[in-house]
């Protein structure tokens, strides 16, 4: 049992590492917002704990935790989304457009 | 691999299974956590191409969504009015955080966002412990032991390191004798603890001790780092969150959150080892070596008399006005000065004059890891002008200006040639390769470092004192008469 946990936290990291190593330098900031959205699913277990009715001090602790954790699942992809919106989409001449016309397929020389 | 990784999670979601089989709402609610990880993967690797970044992270979200509504079927959840209440509070506090945070209030932003999931993944550890009322198996208490140890400790870290950033607490290193000393006894003993405990699990006394002494490391590890080092300490603490959450889906027996903790947690640790290289100092140096007390007797002597050139802003005005390549190098004084909007505006007059204006971007300039981007970003800068430290490095000598804008130890010198400095072996920007170079800067006071900068003393360098914003607003005006 535990071994098959240890099998998903070493796959997944492995995974985690080679995907993030390509995020450019760009989105560094965005990355750790992203992460930190992603990280919020303590919600999970935070829920069980605030539901399962296993004494006062349990759920109060679960409560506690579960607002923690939706504070980092709300604000984490709100603030990322409003990051990477940023990012998104550029005008000639320098300018990133906000919501009006992206240019097409300007490159770096 | 990809598939092999996303399939464990079924198997070893017995756990919550209350036999040996596994009955199909249990098998329902691996699914959406199955479903999860993998939006959550294909999210972050959306953030490998900046155009397509915002829907993946939008799927992500759609990934914690189905998380938890798979979770709310779970068969332990009897009560929902506590759940609800935590879910619209944190909603009503995360909603305008998310919103209304300036992107010029990021780095403790996302620093204290690390305490929010340190502090539920510590105190579902602190729960499952008191609920085992015989006290934990080995194996659990191993894992709760390392949850609340990384989340106790990036509790307090992370509140000290949004205290820095946001100025209540001092930015600069506070150390006393004996501190690494007195750190490494406690680490000891907490560690100490840690052992003992999975030995003998049955020591709530013990166990609260190692809480409350993981908090307290928390503080002490903070303390002694200065505000130029807190972009490795941000991700740091952001890697902790990460091993916190994966060491709550040990203790819990929950795959997602092994997932989503051990990206989290590699996500974090790449980001500090590359903020340290890009420092050339090692992860110990930069925790336990505050480096704002180096000697700087030497350097000062050798640059002796040397005077620095002074220009006016229409000097640097006529120059910038018949540039045909300009590069602007940002530093953690635009962000203090919050002059990326006059950045932007001077950079338009100049491209309308023909000439061409890029931005070059050192990994550890600011306070967090990709601080320039966002603030630039935000301004309305494109992110195709802005240029990494090894793709702009070698086209400094075909720039006819370059404007350094709050950076200091970034664009040193010394960093190459003095092995004396405590920057030296530092990958640096080459502006001194450029045509001329203009700095804007307060004062000539040295660099956090406390390095002096000999690129100051440069035959091509010239300063414009003053606050960066007022200079940058005459820039503007004065570029348009020329």
């Known amino acids: 049992m535990a071994i098959t946990l240890l099998f998903v936290f070493v796959l997944a990291a492995f995974v985690g590492y080679f995907v993030i190593t390509k995020v450019p330098p760009l989105l560094h900031t965005p990355l750790m917002s992203a992460t930190n959205a992603i990280s919020g699913i303590s919600l999970v277990g935070s829920l069980v704990l605030a539901g399962a009715d296993r004494g006062t001090l349990a759920t109060l602790l679960g409560f506690i935790a579960v607002t923690a954790a939706t504070i980092n699942v709300v604000g984490g992809f709100l603030i990322t989304d409003r990051m990477l919106k940023m990012f998104k989409q550029r005008l000639p001449g320098g300018q990133a457009g906000g919501s009006e016309v992206a240019a097409p397929g300007q490159e770096k020389p | ?482």
């Not at chain 2, 993944?121 to 609920?131: D, F, K, M, R, S």
């Not at chain 2, 010198?413 to 001329?436: E, F, H, R, T, W």
Request: a negative charge.
């Open chain 2, 1 to 482: 691999m990809l598939a092999l990784l996303l399939q464990l999670p079924e198997t070893a979601g017995h756990a919550a299974a209350p036999g040996p089989g596994m009955g199909l709402r249990d098998v329902g609610i691996q699914l959406t956590y199955l479903a999860a990880g993998v939006l959550f993967i294909l999210g972050l690797y959306s953030l490998t191409k900046p155009a397509r970044a915002q829907r993946g992270m939008q799927l992500a979200a759609l990934g914690m969504l189905l998380a938890v509504i798979g979770t709310l079927l779970h068969q332990h959840i009897v009560r929902f009015e506590w759940i609800i209440g935590g879910l619209l509070l944190g909603t009503a506090i995360g909603y305008p955080l998310g919103m209304f945070v300036p992107m010029t209030a990021m780095p403790q932003r996302i620093a204290i966002s690390h305490m929010f999931g340190a502090l539920a993944a510590t105190l579902v550890g602190v729960a499952e412990y008191q609920l085992h009322a015989a006290g934990p198996s080995h194996a659990t208490m191993a894992a709760l032991g390392f949850e609340v140890m990384f989340g106790a400790l990036t509790i307090t870290g992370s509140f000290m390191a949004f205290g820095k950033l946001q100025g209540f607490i001092t930015g600069t290193p506070i150390t006393w004798r004996g501190q690494n000393a007195i750190n490494l006894t406690l680490f000891a003993a907490t560690f100490g603890i840690f052992a003992y405990l999975i030995v003998s699990p049955d020591h709530p006394v013990l166990f609260y001790a190692m809480v409350v002494m993981s908090l307290a490391i928390g503080v002490l590890m903070v303390l002694p780092i200065g505000g130029a080092d807190m972009p490795v300490v941000v991700s740091l603490l952001n890697s902790y969150a990460g091993l916190a959450a994966a060491a709550t889906g040990f203790a819990i027996g929950n795959t997602v959150l092994i997932v989503c903790g051990a990206l989290d947690g590699a996500s974090g640790f790449l980001l500090s080892v590359l903020m340290s290289k890009a420092m050339n100092r090692s992860f110990g140096n930069v925790l336990f070596g505050a480096f704002g007390a180096a000697p700087t007797g030497a350097a000062a002597a050798e640059i002796g008399d040397r005077q620095v050139r002074s220009v006016t802003a229409e000097d640097v005005a006529v120059q910038l006005a018949y540039a045909r390549e300009v590069i602007v190098v940002p530093g953690y004084g635009m962000a203090v000065a919050q002059c990326q909007h006059q950045v932007r505006e001077l950079a338009s007059q100049v491209e309308k004059r023909g000439g061409t204006v890029k931005y070059a971007i050192h990994p550890v300039a600011g306070r967090m890891p990709g601080h320039m981007n966002v603030l630039l970003a935000e301004a309305n800068v494109a992110y195709d002008r802005l240029y990494d430290l090894e793709e702009i490095n070698d086209q400094f000598e075909q720039a006819d200006v370059v404007l350094v804008i709050g950076a200091n130890d970034v664009v040193n010198p010394a960093a190459k040639s003095d092995p004396a400095s405590p920057i030296y072996g530092m990958p640096i920007l080459n502006v001194d390769a450029a045509q001329s170079i203009v700095v804007l800067k307060r004062s000539m006071a040295a660099g956090y470092s406390g390095v002096e900068n000999e690129l100051f003393y440069h035959d091509r360098c010239a300063m414009l004192f003053g606050d960066a914003k007022s200079s940058l607003q005459q820039l503007i005006t004065d570029i348009k008469e020329v």
